[in-house]
Protein backbone atom coordinates (compact mmCIF):
# COMPACT_ATOMS: atom_id res chain seq x y z
CA UNK A 1 0.00 0.00 0.00
CA UNK A 2 1.34 2.97 -0.76
CA UNK A 3 -0.25 6.92 -0.20
CA UNK A 4 -1.64 7.21 -3.83
CA UNK A 5 -3.66 4.16 -2.97
CA UNK A 6 -4.71 4.74 0.02
CA UNK A 7 -6.19 8.48 -0.78
CA UNK A 8 -7.92 6.75 -3.60
CA UNK A 9 -9.21 3.90 -1.29
CA UNK A 10 -10.35 7.29 1.28
CA UNK A 11 -12.20 8.74 -1.38
CA UNK A 12 -13.75 5.49 -2.61
CA UNK A 13 -14.71 4.62 0.96
CA UNK A 14 -16.53 8.39 1.25
CA UNK A 15 -18.16 7.73 -1.57
CA UNK A 16 -19.70 4.40 -0.70
CA UNK A 17 -21.18 6.10 2.28
CA UNK A 18 -23.14 7.86 0.20
CA UNK A 19 -24.98 5.54 -2.36
CA UNK A 20 -26.27 1.94 -1.72
CA UNK A 21 -23.89 -0.48 -2.29
CA UNK A 22 -23.86 -4.31 -4.35
CA UNK A 23 -22.06 -7.07 -2.32
CA UNK A 24 -19.41 -6.81 -4.99
CA UNK A 25 -18.43 -3.24 -5.01
CA UNK A 26 -18.07 -3.84 -0.89
CA UNK A 27 -15.81 -6.59 -2.18
CA UNK A 28 -13.58 -5.04 -4.35
CA UNK A 29 -13.14 -2.24 -1.43
CA UNK A 30 -12.06 -4.69 0.50
CA UNK A 31 -9.92 -6.26 -1.70
CA UNK A 32 -8.52 -2.26 -2.20
CA UNK A 33 -7.91 -2.34 1.66
CA UNK A 34 -5.77 -5.09 1.76
CA UNK A 35 -8.09 -8.03 3.05
CA UNK A 36 -8.51 -11.10 1.81
CA UNK A 37 -10.84 -14.31 1.28
CA UNK A 38 -10.70 -17.06 3.99
CA UNK A 39 -12.94 -19.82 3.35
CA UNK A 40 -15.32 -21.26 6.19
CA UNK A 41 -19.14 -21.01 7.60
CA UNK A 42 -22.01 -20.11 5.45
CA UNK A 43 -20.30 -16.71 3.74
CA UNK A 44 -16.61 -16.57 2.96
CA UNK A 45 -14.98 -14.37 5.24
CA UNK A 46 -13.02 -11.28 4.78
CA UNK A 47 -9.93 -11.41 6.79
CA UNK A 48 -7.58 -7.89 7.26
CA UNK A 49 -3.93 -7.90 7.12
CA UNK A 50 -3.81 -6.06 10.45
CA UNK A 51 -3.95 -8.94 13.29
CA UNK A 52 -5.75 -7.25 15.53
CA UNK A 53 -8.83 -6.41 13.05
CA UNK A 54 -11.41 -8.92 13.09
CA UNK A 55 -12.60 -10.41 9.86
CA UNK A 56 -16.26 -10.13 8.94
CA UNK A 57 -18.05 -11.75 5.82
CA UNK A 58 -19.58 -9.44 3.06
CA UNK A 59 -22.97 -11.87 2.27
CA UNK A 60 -24.38 -12.42 -1.18
CA UNK A 61 -28.19 -13.18 -1.41
CA UNK A 62 -30.60 -13.16 -4.30
CA UNK A 63 -28.46 -12.50 -6.87
CA UNK A 64 -26.25 -9.40 -5.35
CA UNK A 65 -29.14 -6.69 -4.68
CA UNK A 66 -28.05 -3.69 -2.57
CA UNK A 67 -27.47 -4.29 0.38
CA UNK A 68 -29.13 -2.89 3.85
CA UNK A 69 -27.74 0.31 5.18
CA UNK A 70 -27.09 -0.86 8.80
CA UNK A 71 -25.15 -3.89 6.90
CA UNK A 72 -22.96 -1.30 4.62
CA UNK A 73 -22.25 0.89 7.08
CA UNK A 74 -20.71 -2.18 9.56
CA UNK A 75 -18.54 -2.89 6.40
CA UNK A 76 -17.62 0.49 6.25
CA UNK A 77 -16.74 0.88 9.25
CA UNK A 78 -14.61 -2.19 8.99
CA UNK A 79 -12.70 -0.75 6.36
CA UNK A 80 -12.24 2.59 7.42
CA UNK A 81 -10.63 0.86 10.27
CA UNK A 82 -8.68 -0.96 7.97
CA UNK A 83 -7.73 2.23 5.99
CA UNK A 84 -6.50 4.12 9.25
CA UNK A 85 -4.08 1.30 10.24
CA UNK A 86 -2.82 1.68 6.71
CA UNK A 87 -2.42 5.42 7.62
CA UNK A 88 -0.82 4.75 10.57
CA UNK A 89 1.88 1.76 9.05
CA UNK A 90 2.93 4.39 6.07
CA UNK A 91 3.70 6.93 8.82
CA UNK A 92 5.97 4.11 10.96
CA UNK A 93 7.26 3.54 7.45
CA UNK A 94 8.27 7.19 6.39
CA UNK A 95 9.53 8.07 9.92
CA UNK A 96 12.00 4.89 10.15
CA UNK A 97 14.82 6.53 7.51
CA UNK A 98 14.73 9.89 9.04
CA UNK A 99 15.03 8.27 12.93
CA UNK A 100 18.09 6.28 11.13
CA UNK A 101 19.63 9.54 10.09
CA UNK A 102 19.49 11.39 13.47
CA UNK A 103 22.40 8.68 15.07
Same mark, same amino acid.
Request: net charge negative; glycine share 6%; charged share 35%.
Given at each position: ?15 ? %?????? /? ?6 ? %? ?6 ? /? ?8 ? /? ?54
Amino acid at each position: MDRKKLDQLWKDLKAA %RRSPQK /ASALEALA %RDAGRTVQ /AGGNHPMWKS /AFVAHRAFPIGRHGGNPDLSPRVRKVILDHLEADAAAWEDWLDEKNAEPEEEGEE
